[in-house]
């Protein structure tokens, strides 16, 4: 099992910044990977960015360019770090962890947190 604790997020203007973080406790060793999800009402979960434990880092849609996922040395807390944040980037954010055991996977989820940008 693998536990997900998420901090940052609240309210900014147009144009600033945000930094989200996550810190994961558990059985950490087999997390092969590390996402930000985020999800507006009436609309499904959309990835955002993730980030391998090897290093891989992936970036989808408007994030390209303005947001940057990280980790600590340990590979236990990631990082979003969100610039340049626009009105159309409010929403939910959730970290996700992939778990891997030899052949069977699982997902965890940490509790999401609010970002609002006003205009």
């Known amino acids: 099992q693998v536990h997900l604790v998420q901090s940052g997020g609240g309210l900014v203007q147009a144009g600033g910044s945000l930094r989200l973080s996550c810190t994961a406790s558990?059985?950490?060793?087999?997390?092969?990977?590390f996402g930000w999800y985020r999800q507006t009402p009436g609309k499904e979960r959309e990835l955002v960015s993730s980030?391998?434990?090897?290093?891989?880092?992936n970036y989808f849609g408007s994030a390209k360019g303005r947001f940057t996922i990280s980790s600590d040395n340990a590979k236990t807390t990631v990082f979003l770090q969100m610039n340049n944040l626009e009105p159309e980037d409010a929403a939910v954010y959730y970290c996700n962890a992939v778990l891997v055991r030899g052949k069977s996977w699982n997902t965890f989820w940490g509790q999401g947190t609010q970002v609002t940008v006003s205009s």
């Open positions: 558990g059985s950490t060793i087999g997390i092969s990977s």
């Open positions: 980030m391998s434990t090897t290093g891989d880092t």
